[in-house]
């Protein structure tokens, strides 16, 4: 793997001279402007002007098998934030404003590239670099402050909620979402912190009219943990249930998923829990889904006046800005993050640093 700089007056000009050499596979190392420099290798500009440097290998190198000796550990030792030609000159075809941006603080484009691979949409990205001053031209020489103060800026869109820690009263809460985000394993691996950790009194409740045998999942966790689980079909087995464990420090409410275009059943949700004040609900969204279903799915099951979000699947992605996405579309406190299968251990509580670790690292 060669690298090679190219050197021209414009950014467009440099990426020009990789696409010509290299072709349009190529990937982007690195960009950056030099101040008062010469062009050295066959660019347009002129001493005293602007001089954009840009650093790029030949593409292709993560297929092939050996034909080109590449050895993928070397990779690694490269920016994570690798962008391909084809990418970033289909990127800044998109918006003027950007391409002034980049051309202002040439480094930028790194920081712009790893927002956009983590999968926080282009629009925001360009918002979250804007705020952070990154398209200020006295800001080039602090690539580093200004990707903490980018940082800063998607932070500051996350809030954070504690169900379960502070209360005195019991706590209520119910868990929705689409079918198969994770509500029931959500719901086994808060019990079982709760009640062997933290060593409260739990409570179990299956709302689930629609599957033959649907809280037999719940009630095996229930058996496992040896906390009582009863099933609600309509609003007096719940009040029933309820008043049953009214001595409990939690009660967890596991629901049928639905498909959030049925706005019957959405609303025979919303009679049972939606109106009742002293139920938390946590609306579980899976990461994987995509950024356009996710805002249909937080939109529809607003019905339910949920509270809170859960992300949920975080380990089956590397896309996920998404949860930044869904925030500056419907900013709701996010409760807890699932990293996986394993119960009870593939959960954390939700916290801004730990959100931003997952969304960056
Ligand atoms: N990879 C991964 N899988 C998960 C996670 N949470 C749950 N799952 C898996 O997702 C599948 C569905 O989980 P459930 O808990 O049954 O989902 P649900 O929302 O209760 O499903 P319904 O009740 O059918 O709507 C199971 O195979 C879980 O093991 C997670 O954080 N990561
Ligand atoms: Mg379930």
């Known amino acids: 793997m060669e690298l090679k700089e190219y050197q021209a007056g414009s950014i ?3 990426l020009n001279l ?13 960009t950056r402007k030099l101040r008062g420099a010469k062009s050295a290798s066959g660019g347009s500009a002129r001493s005293g002007q602007e001089l954009f440097e840009i650093s790029a290998v030949a593409g292709g190198i993560h297929t092939d098998s050996g034909s080109n000796h590449f050895d993928p550990s070397s990779l690694n030792s490269l920016k994570s934030e690798l962008m391909s030609l084809r990418e970033m000159i289909f990127l800044l075809s998109r918006s003027a404003h950007l391409m002034e941006g980049f051309r202002i603080n040439p480094e930028a484009i ?15 990205a ?29 932070m500051k869109v996350v809030d954070v909620s504690e169900p379960f820690d502070q209360s005195e009263e019991r ?23 709760l009640s062997l950790k933290q060593k409260k009194t739990i409570g179990l409740i299956s709302i689930d009219n629609y599957r033959i045998g649907a809280i037999e999942q719940l009630k095996t966790y229930a058996g496992i943990l040896d906390v009582p689980c009863f099933p609600a079909f309509n609003n007096d087995d719940l009040q029933f249930a309820l008043k049953q464990m009214k001595e409990k420090d939690v009660i967890l409410i596991d629901t049928a998923g ?26 579980l969204l899976s990461t994987v889904t995509s950024e356009l279903e996710m805002g249909h799915v937080a939109r529809n099951f607003g019905q339910l006046n949920f509270s809170a979000y ?48 997952l969304i960056f690292e």
Do not use: C, W
């Open 12 to 14: 467009q000009e440099a």
């Open 258 to 283: 639905q498909s959030h275009y049925d706005m019957a059943r959405m609303e025979e949700m919303e009679k049972l829990i939606g109106r009742d004040r002293s139920i938390n609900t946590h609306l």
């Open 126 to 154: 360009q918002l979250f670099l804007e705020k952070g001053g990154a398209f200020k031209a006295n800001e080039q020489t602090a690539s580093n402050n200004v990707y903490e103060r980018v940082l800063k800026e998607i």
């Open 171 to 193: 706590v209520v809460a119910a868990f929705v979402g689409p079918t198969g985000v994770g509500k029931t394993t959500t719901i086994a691996k808060l019990a079982a912190e």
């Open 18 to 30: 990789v696409r010509r050499d290299l072709g349009s596979d190529a990937l982007i190392l690195s």
């Open 110 to 124: 790194d920081l712009y590239a790893r927002l956009i691979r983590s999968g926080i949409a282009e629009p925001y």
């Open 310 to 357: 859960i992300f949920t699947k975080t380990d089956e992605t590397r896309a996920r800005g998404v949860i930044i996405n869904q925030l500056l579309k419907l900013r709701m406190p996010i409760s807890f993050i699932t990293t996986g299968q394993r119960v009870p251990e593939d959960i954390s509580k939700a916290t801004r640093t730990g959100i931003l670790r």
